[in-house]
C-alpha cells in the first residue's frame, strides 16, 4: 500500500509538473505565437489559426495534437489550393491571349487577301489600257505610212493643189490633207483597196518599183486604165504617152503626137 | 496504467514559445520582423527551424546566406542537443518566450559543428539511438529492426508523429523481467558550469540486491554537488523535460518514460534563481 502510494506520490508529481509546465510554457503563448503566425500571408489561408485556446483539460494534450495535425494538413491543402487557382487564372489569361492573337492574323489575312484582289484588278485594267494603246500605236502607225506614201506620189504638186479625179486618190488625199513635198519620181503599183463608202485601210505607198524617163520635161499627169493594163502619161512636152504594163516593166505603145 | 501513456504524450508534446530575432549586424534590404514558433521540445534545431529561414531570407540578399546558426545571450546553440536541453540548460528560468537570435555568417567552427541537411541530424539521431540501445541490452534490440524500422523512428520525429514513433520505440523499451531493467541506463548529465560537455557513466538500474535504483542514487553516484544536503540551502535544480522530478523516482521508469526520442535521459543541472 505504501509502495503503490509512494508510487502514486511521485508518478503523480511528475505528471502535474508536466501538466504545469505546459500551463505556463505553452497554452499561454499557443495563441499569441498564432496569431503573429496569422500576420504572414501563408497562414490568411488556414481558417484553423483563428481558434481559441484550448480548454486546460487531461484530454488538452490530445485534442491538442490531433488539432494540429489536422491545422498542418488543412494549411498544406489551402496552399495547394491557391496554387491550383492561380495556375488555372494563369492558363485563362493565355487561353485568351492565344484566341486574341488568333483573330488578329484571321483578319490581317482577309485584308491581304482583299488588297490582293485589288492588284489583280488593277493589273487586268493596266493590260487592257496596254493592249488598247498598242493597238491604237499601230493604227497611228499605218497611218503615217499611208500619209508618206501619198506625199511621194505627188513630188510635183507643191502647193498641193491639183485634185485628183479618180475616187482612189481623191479618197486618199481627202483624209491625209496636202503637204509640200520634193521625193522620189517613181510610182509604183500599189495594193491600196479601191475605196468603197467607207474607206477600210488604206496603206501610202513607200516603195518605187520602176523608174523611167517618161517625157523630156516635167510629167505633169499619170494614170492607170481600168483594166491596169495601160498607163497613160502627160508632160510639159505636150506629148501623151501610152505604156503597157508587163510583167513589171513598161513599154512604150502609142505614137508620139 | 492509463497515466504512464499521458506522461509519454506530455513529454512529446512538450513546446517552447520561442521568438527567432535577426542579428542586428547581419546586412538586410529592409528591416526584419522577429519569428515567433513553439518550437517541439524532444526535436533538433535544424529539423523545424525552416520556416524561420524562409522568413529571414526574405529580406535577406543570396550573396550575404551561409549557413544558419543560432546563438542565446553569446553562446552558440548546439544543435545536435535536443532543443528541450538547450532551453533548460541555458534559460530555464527566463522570461519567456525565449529569445534566439540567428545568424547567417561568422560561422562558429570552434564551437558548432556544420549541418548541411537534414540527413545528417538523423545520422546523428540513429547513432544516439544505438548508443543507447547498446547499454540498454547490448545493441540486440536495435540490430534486429530493419532499416524501414529504422526509417520510421526517424520519420516519426520529423513528422511529430506520436504513434509511428511509439510503434517501434516501444520495443526499445521492452527487457526481459527477470533484469528487472535494462542492463545500463543510458543518460546523460549536462552542467551549465563546467568544461566537459556532459557526464555518461555505465550505471544500472537495479542495485545488486535487487532494489530498484532512483534519480537520487544517480546523482549521487555521479554529481553529488547537485544533491541538497539537510539543513543547506537548495543549490541547484535537476530538471528532466523542463520539470524537476522527486529524488525517489525508479531511474528505470524515468529511462522508460522520460527519456528523449533518442533514448537518453538528459539531465540538466542548473543553479538555482538567485532572486
Request: overall charge negative; some cysteine; aromatic content about 8%.
Given at each position: 500500500m505504501a509502495e503503490r502510494q509512494a508510487d502514486c506520490g511521485w508518478k503523480r508529481h511528475i505528471s502535474d509538473q508536466l501538466?504545469?509546465?505546459?500551463?505556463?510554457?505553452?497554452?499561454?503563448?499557443?495563441?499569441?505565437?498564432?496569431q503573429s503566425l496569422f500576420l504572414f500571408p501563408v497562414f490568411l489561408l488556414s481558417p484553423s489559426f483563428l481558434v481559441c485556446p484550448h480548454p486546460l483539460s487531461l484530454d488538452a494534450s490530445r485534442s491538442d495534437s490531433l488539432h494540429q495535425e489536422m491545422s498542418?494538413?488543412?494549411?498544406?491543402?489551402?496552399?495547394?489550393?491557391?496554387?491550383?487557382?492561380?495556375?488555372?487564372?494563369?492558363?485563362?489569361?493565355t487561353v485568351i491571349e492565344l484566341n486574341n492573337q488568333i483573330q488578329?492574323?484571321?483578319?490581317?489575312?482577309?485584308?491581304?487577301?482583299?488588297?490582293?484582289?485589288?492588284?489583280?484588278?488593277?493589273?487586268?485594267?493596266?493590260?487592257?489600257?496596254?493592249?488598247?494603246?498598242?493597238?491604237?500605236?499601230?493604227?497611228?502607225?499605218?497611218?503615217?505610212?499611208?500619209h508618206s506614201k501619198t506625199r511621194r506620189r505627188f513630188p510635183h504638186d507643191p502647193n498641193g493643189f491639183m485634185q485628183p479625179q479618180s475616187g482612189l486618190l481623191d479618197s486618199i488625199s481627202n483624209i491625209f490633207g496636202r503637204r509640200r513635198s520634193a521625193n522620189s519620181f517613181g510610182t509604183s503599183p500599189e495594193t491600196t483597196e479601191p475605196p468603197s463608202g467607207g474607206c477600210a485601210e488604206v496603206r501610202v505607198p513607200t516603195t518605187a518599183l520602176?523608174?523611167?524617163?517618161?517625157?523630156?520635161?516635167?510629167?505633169?499627169?499619170?494614170?492607170?486604165?481600168?483594166?491596169?493594163?495601160?498607163?497613160?502619161?502627160?508632160?510639159?512636152?505636150?506629148?501623151?504617152?501610152?505604156?503597157?504594163?508587163?510583167?513589171?516593166?513598161?513599154?512604150?505603145?502609142?505614137?508620139?503626137? | 496504467m492509463a497515466d504512464d501513456k499521458d506522461?509519454?504524450?506530455?513529454?512529446?508534446?512538450?513546446?517552447?514559445p520561442t521568438c527567432f530575432t535577426l542579428n542586428p549586424d547581419e546586412v538586410t534590404e529592409r528591416e526584419a520582423e522577429a519569428y515567433y514558433l513553439l518550437l517541439p521540445r524532444v526535436s533538433y534545431l535544424p529539423v523545424v527551424t525552416d520556416k524561420v529561414k524562409k522568413h529571414f531570407l526574405k529580406v535577406m540578399r543570396p550573396e550575404d546566406v551561409e549557413e544558419?546558426?543560432?546563438?542565446?545571450?553569446?553562446?552558440?546553440?548546439?544543435?545536435?542537443?535536443?532543443i528541450g536541453v538547450l532551453f533548460d540548460l541555458h534559460a530555464s528560468n527566463t522570461v519567456l518566450p525565449w529569445n534566439i537570435t540567428v545568424h547567417f555568417k561568422n560561422f562558429p567552427d570552434q564551437d558548432l559543428l556544420h549541418c548541411p541537411s537534414n540527413s545528417i541530424v538523423e545520422a546523428h539521431f540513429m547513432s544516439s539511438i544505438k548508443e543507447a540501445d547498446s547499454l540498454k541490452h547490448k545493441s540486440q534490440v536495435v540490430n534486429d529492426m530493419q532499416k524501414k524500422d529504422h526509417k520510421q523512428l526517424w520519420m516519426g520525429l520529423q513528422n511529430d508523429k506520436f504513434d509511428q514513433f511509439w510503434a517501434?520505440?516501444?520495443?526499445?523499451?521492452?527487457?526481459?523481467?527477470?533484469?528487472?531493467?535494462?542492463?545500463?541506463?543510458?543518460?546523460?548529465?549536462?552542467?551549465?558550469?563546467?568544461?566537459?560537455?556532459?557526464?555518461?557513466?555505465?550505471?544500472?538500474?537495479?542495485?545488486?540486491?535487487?532494489?530498484?535504483?532512483?534519480?537520487g542514487d544517480l546523482l549521487k553516484e555521479m554529481y553529488p554537488d547537485a544533491l541538497t544536503n539537510d539543513g543547506e540551502q537548495k543549490r541547484y535544480?535537476?530538471?528532466?523535460?523542463?520539470?524537476?522530478?522527486?529524488?525517489?523516482?525508479?531511474?528505470?521508469?524515468?529511462?522508460?518514460?522520460l527519456s528523449h526520442p533518442d533514448n537518453f535521459l538528459h539531465i540538466c543541472v542548473v543553479p538555482v534563481p538567485t532572486d
Open positions: 501538466k504545469l509546465r505546459d500551463r505556463v510554457q505553452r497554452h499561454t503563448f499557443e495563441e499569441i505565437v498564432q498542418q494538413m488543412r494549411i498544406r491543402h489551402q496552399e495547394e489550393l491557391t496554387e491550383l487557382h492561380k495556375k488555372r487564372g494563369e492558363l485563362a489569361q488578329q492574323k484571321d483578319r490581317e489575312i482577309q485584308s491581304n487577301e482583299a488588297r490582293m484582289l485589288e492588284y489583280q484588278q488593277q493589273i487586268a485594267g493596266l493590260d487592257g489600257d496596254c493592249r488598247d494603246l498598242r493597238s491604237s500605236l499601230q493604227v497611228r502607225l499605218h497611218e503615217e505610212d499611208q520602176h523608174v523611167f524617163e517618161a517625157h523630156d520635161g516635167e510629167v505633169n499627169t499619170v494614170r492607170f486604165s481600168p483594166g491596169s493594163r495601160l498607163l497613160a502619161t502627160g508632160g510639159m512636152d505636150r506629148r501623151v504617152k501610152l505604156w503597157e504594163v508587163v510583167a513589171g516593166e513598161l513599154h512604150t505603145v502609142t505614137p508620139q503626137h | 506522461v509519454l504524450r506530455d513529454v512529446w508534446f512538450g513546446r517552447i544558419m546558426w543560432f546563438e542565446y545571450e553569446g553562446t552558440p546553440l548546439k544543435w545536435h542537443y535536443p517501434m520505440n516501444r520495443k526499445l523499451m521492452e527487457y526481459p523481467t527477470e533484469d528487472g531493467g535494462f542492463r545500463y541506463i543510458p543518460f546523460r548529465i549536462y552542467q551549465t558550469l563546467s568544461d566537459r560537455p556532459f557526464i555518461q557513466k555505465l550505471f544500472r538500474p537495479v542495485s545488486p540486491d535487487c532494489n530498484a535504483h532512483t534519480l535544480q535537476v530538471l528532466i523535460h523542463g520539470i524537476e522530478p522527486l529524488l525517489e523516482t525508479p531511474l528505470q521508469w524515468l529511462s522508460e518514460h
